[in-house]
């Protein structure tokens, strides 16, 4: 699926990038043809100019225009001209050759006037073929205002026909190349764009899995529960011993289904604006008071220090009184007897520090960056003797996450562990 969409991706991409390419490329090579050919005629016209200013033509004499090869009446300016003409020719106003410079013409006049691109007979002897294309402009000469005769000149376009050559070979070979390349880039592009969308995906499948996975186990114990309930004979104390597991699996269950529903609409962080100012030393210490109940019903030793200044920040109380209570039902659950859990609160340059420290079993290296993780639980026998699924650290990660807070765990086994809660004082954006 994720293939798929990725060469859709990589297809549209190079659709969209590769047509924008080859229409700035054609465009790219319409203006320099444009302006090659704007240069040749500037070049014609200029040239025409020249001549007509520096020159008169003379008046036609009885001789036959073509038996003349008199070229005098150019004679003051072609040192100026340059050499690539194919011909320069005089006509009378008559439109009779009067005489002319390199190919010769017809005796009369036959084009039009102004520019005409024109393919001749190879003028040149390195010309392979026979047919060359030229470049020819054709002007009135005028003399206060009467028509004193025409000038014909022209240039060959072989220069330019070779410049524009090279220029199309680059492009039929540049083309393809540059489309390949953005072909790949899409591909590149696709893949670091699903990127996301696949983390969520296998995040999400692993969700429902586990999800399911622990619904399952609850499930069967309920159906095998009622089912030996109903079985005759029917014995009171059986029934109401198997009717008291199947409330304490339907609790268990709903806790379960309770952090699932929590998981799946908490996402992202808070609104500030949406917050109300809390302080943490009054929320904490209610809780404080109960743990220290607790505590001495379970043989702990439990310790707590606040601020004597309260800490306010803007914060969902209710979550993050969830939070922290996550954080020592784990410290009370993963510590033996004897053992002693702390609660501590205290400030640090702009932030709100919530420690959460037990002396219990820890836990190893190798688990440690992963017990944020849904599901995850190091001793699955354990946890599950103790009722827990794996979620109650995910919960606290997002309850923190969403105040736009970080919380770190450090951990040795045997020795203990502290989880630390860090929050801005300051939420703002
Ligand atoms: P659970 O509900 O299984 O406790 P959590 O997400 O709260 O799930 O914790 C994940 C795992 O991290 C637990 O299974 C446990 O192995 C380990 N853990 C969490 N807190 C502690 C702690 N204070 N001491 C030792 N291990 C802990």
Redesign the pocket.
């Known amino acids: 699926m994720f293939i798929r969409s990725r060469r859709n991706l990589a297809y549209l991409f190079t659709l969209s990038m590769g047509s924008i390419f080859i229409v700035f490329a054609g465009v790219a090579y319409a203006l320099v043809v444009q302006q090659q050919l704007q240069a040749f005629d500037e070049r014609l016209y200029r040239a025409c100019k020249m001549i007509v200013g520096n020159s008169q033509p003379r008046p036609y004499n009885k001789r036959s225009p073509l038996e003349r090869k008199d070229s005098s009446i150019f004679s003051d300016s072609l040192p100026t001209m340059n050499t690539d003409f194919v011909y320069v020719r005089l006509y009378d106003p008559n439109k009779l050759l009067v005489s002319y410079i390199g190919t010769p013409g017809t005796s009369i006049l036959k084009n039009n006037l102004g520019f005409q691109t024109l393919k001749i007979k190879g003028y040149q002897e390195k010309e392979d073929s026979n047919q060359e294309w030229i470049r020819e402009l054709t002007i009135q000469v005028l003399q206060n205002n009467l028509v004193v005769g025409y000038l014909q000149i022209a240039v060959s376009l072989t220069s330019l026909r070779e410049t524009l050559n090279r220029a199309r070979l680059f492009l039929t070979l540049g083309v393809p190349v540059t489309l390949g390349l953005i072909g790949i880039t899409g591909w590149f592009l696709g893949g670091l764009a699903m990127q996301p969308a696949i983390q969520s995906y296998r995040q999400l499948q692993r969700f429902t899995a586990d999800a399911s996975h622990e619904l399952r186990a609850p499930v069967a114990a309920i159906l095998s529960n009622s089912q030996v309930a109903l079985m005759p004979p029917y014995d009171e104390e059986e029934q109401r011993f198997r009717l008291e597991n199947i409330v304490e699996i339907a609790k268990s269950m709903s806790n379960l289904l309770n952090n699932l529903l929590f998981l799946a609409r908490r996402d992202g962080p808070f609104d500030p604006a949406t917050l109300k100012t809390i302080d943490l030393v009054k929320l904490l210490q209610p809780l404080s008071e109960e743990y220290q109940r607790q505590a001495a019903t379970q043989n702990l030793n439990f310790h707590f220090h606040f601020t004597e200044q309260a800490v306010q920040l803007k914060a969902d109380a209710d979550l993050l009184k969830q939070a922290v209570v996550?954080?020592l039902n784990?410290?009370f659950?993963?510590?033996s007897e004897g053992g002693t859990v702390s609660l501590r609160l205290l400030t640090q340059s702009h932030r709100a520090i919530i420690q959460v420290e037990?002396n219990?079993?820890?836990?190893a290296k190798e688990?440690l960056p992963h017990?944020?993780e849904r599901f995850?639980?190091?001793?699955t026998v354990?946890?599950r003797q103790?009722?827990?699924?794996?979620?109650?650290?995910?919960i606290v990660q997002q309850i923190v996450q969403a105040h736009r807070g970080n919380i770190t765990a450090k951990?040795l086994p045997d020795q203990?562990?502290t989880?630390q809660i860090e929050l801005p004082l300051r939420m703002n954006g």
């Open positions: 996550n954080l784990n410290a659950k993963y510590t037990d219990g079993i820890g836990i688990h017990i944020f995850y639980r190091v001793d354990r946890s103790t009722g827990g699924f794996g979620l109650g650290l995910a951990s203990g562990s989880f």
